[in-house]
């Protein structure tokens, strides 16, 4: 009988250490990192460049919405980005059902604070029903523009193809024209 009861005990513990490992299995799927950057668009053209800047101590958050009724439905504290102006963001549990957004707060900088209309925020999916594997999820950067482009943003743009036609404010460059 002795034997029976110690047989017994053994499997349950068996039993309860592995309901335990799923459950500790279960509890690490339920997080994910965001990691993004943001730089300071120093040509105001709304894309990175070369001479883009990254932004330390600029400030994002992320959200995330309803997908039908587009209420909040959590929220990350600001964070606040690093020396090359990048950030990690941890979130808790799965959000198949809820728009997630990464998005700009603020800027520590004077003469670079006005976010760019296009990468303002960054949307991440935060679920692991999209068969994506892993925690870490990347979003795309964010960008503030400078109050005026550097005077080197043109030939920046141009060795980039921007300006084979016209200079920056439209006309047509030197030695190429536009009329057929």
Request: charged share 30%.
């Amino acid at each position: 009988m002795a034997k029976v009861q110690q047989i017994t005990l053994v499997s349950l513990a068996i039993c309860l250490s592995t309901l335990l490992g799923f459950a500790a299995a279960a509890n690490l799927e339920e997080k994910f990192i965001v990691e993004g950057r943001v730089y300071c668009d120093t040509c105001r053209v709304e894309f990175e460049t070369k001479i883009s800047q990254p932004i330390k101590g600029a400030s994002v958050k992320l959200e995330c919405r309803n997908i039908t009724n587009e209420k909040i439905v959590s929220h990350s504290q600001d964070v606040v980005t690093d020396e090359a102006g990048g950030y990690k963001i941890e979130v808790k549990g799965d959000h198949e059902d809820q728009i997630c957004e990464v998005s700009l707060v603020k800027s520590p900088r004077a003469d670079c604070n006005e976010p760019t209309e296009v990468w303002r925020k960054a949307r991440v999916v935060l679920t692991k029903a999209d068969g994506v594997s892993g925690i870490y999820r990347f979003a795309n950067n964010l960008g503030y523009m400078k109050k005026e482009a550097l005077p080197e943003c043109k030939k920046v743009l141009t060795e980039m193809g921007y300006f084979e036609l016209q200079d920056e404010i439209g006309e047509e460059a030197e030695g190429h024209s536009t009329a057929p």
